[in-house]
């Protein structure tokens, strides 16, 4: 075409100026290569104040298709101001092609979707995201469990050292954190229940109440949610650090696995501290209930361990316990599944760590549910 060779032979800068009151002047080459710096130049150009508007294109030497973009941008962004404005002087190939560009602009605009059908299309859009997100939640759960398989099948494949590390990190370091809220969660139980049981004479009852409470329900569930947002939030911004910096591509590169050398040893050491954290939960729990106790209902500690011992069963203590690996298994793998989706940059990396602490407390807690009515029927 006629315009690209001009494009070829003349590499004069685009100009855009304002004659007067009625006219903008176009010149130079409206070329990819030329036109540097030509929307600042529309942006910081006073307008013309007249109605009808000029914009004369005699001094245009060459044009592609981004000058002629830029061309209607311009022109466009006179007329939505008000103004009629006239195009003159463009050499009939550039008007040729501007027309291209206006007719594919047009044809490609989105359609304003309304009323019904608009919000179902963003339901059905959000249901397919949420299918294809459980698809892909379920196929790294089984690759998961296929690589925890092969590394308990062949104890020579546990790499004992981030094993040792994760549990120094996840079960060590958060002992003072859950110690002092199962206290406080002892202590509030206690403190609520006293009212009523001294009204009715029953002081010794707070021995029932707080250990049971604690040993079947709050405590495995205050201590795996705690943990659900110190180290599921942890494992979620670690591996997509990890991924936004490409380590774990050159972890792939040197012929390891990420699911083996990351995520497994994660997984373990989650199963492992979670339920010695909750039998601490327990014991300092039950000990915070001890002192409201003997504080506000004289119930000494002879007394508390004493009915303690006769009214709170053992397998209320084994179901709590037992529910702390599960709840293990459901913060582990959800904080690295959202890690290992992440896209993109930090910006993502919070959002993701954010869901992953989300998912993980809300999917406790659904678990937890499920074993209370569980249990229940099975009269336990």
């Not at 939505?80 to 027309?99: K, M, N, S």
């Not at 206006?102 to 019904?116: D, V």
């Not at 494949?157 to 981030?162: E, G, M, N, S, V």
């Not at 316990?321 to 582990?332: Q, R, S």
Request: proline share 3%.
């Amino acid at each position: 075409m006629e315009h690209t060779d001009a494009t070829l032979t003349n590499g004069t800068p685009a100009s855009l100026d304002r004659l007067d009151d009625q006219t903008l002047s176009c010149g130079g080459a409206w070329t990819l290569s030329c036109l540097d710096g030509i929307e600042r130049r529309l942006a910081s150009l006073r307008r013309p104040e007249a109605a009808a508007v000029v914009c004369d294109a005699t001094r245009i030497t060459a044009m592609d298709v981004s000058g002629a973009w830029l061309l209607r941008h311009t022109v466009n962004s006179l007329a939505t101001e008000g103004r009629t404005v006239e195009l003159r002087g463009l050499r009939p190939e550039f008007a040729q092609l501007l027309q291209i560009v206006s007719t594919t602009a047009t044809s490609l605009a989105p359609a304003e979707g309304g009323g019904a059908a608009s919000w179902l299309e963003r339901l059905g859009l959000r249901a397919w995201r949420e299918a294809a997100d459980s698809v892909k939640a379920l196929a790294f759960f089984g690759e998961s469990s296929a690589a925890l398989g092969q590394w308990l099948a062949g104890p020579r494949l546990i790499r004992w050292r981030a094993l040792i590390r994760s549990l120094e990190l996840d079960g060590f370091n958060a002992l003072p954190i859950v110690g002092l809220l199962s206290f406080l969660m002892g202590v509030v139980i206690a403190y609520q229940g006293a009212e009523q049981l001294r009204t009715f004479g029953g002081n010794i009852f707070i021995v029932d109440l707080v250990g049971i409470a604690l040993l079947r329900e709050i405590a495995p569930l205050v201590t795996a949610i705690l943990v659900a947002g110190r180290s599921g939030s942890a494992y979620a911004a670690q591996l997509g650090t990890m991924k936004v910096t490409e380590e774990l591509d050159a972890i792939r590169t040197l012929g390891l696995s990420p699911m083996e050398l990351l995520v497994l040893p994660k997984v373990l050491a989650l199963v492992l501290a979670l339920p010695l954290l909750t039998v601490y939960a327990d014991a300092v729990g039950v000990f915070g209930g001890m002192l409201i106790a003997s504080s506000q209902l004289h119930v000494n500690f002879t007394e508390f361990l004493t009915r303690f011992e006769d009214a709170v069963a053992l397998r209320h203590f084994l179901i709590g316990v037992g529910k702390a690996p599960v709840f293990a298994v459901i913060i582990a793998l959800v904080g690295c599944y959202q890690g290992f989706q992440i896209r993109g940059g930090v910006d993502d990396v919070g959002r993701r760590t954010t869901v992953s602490v989300v998912q993980a407390i809300f999917m406790v807690i659904v678990v937890d549910a499920f074993f209370s009515v569980a249990l229940s029927w099975l009269n336990l």
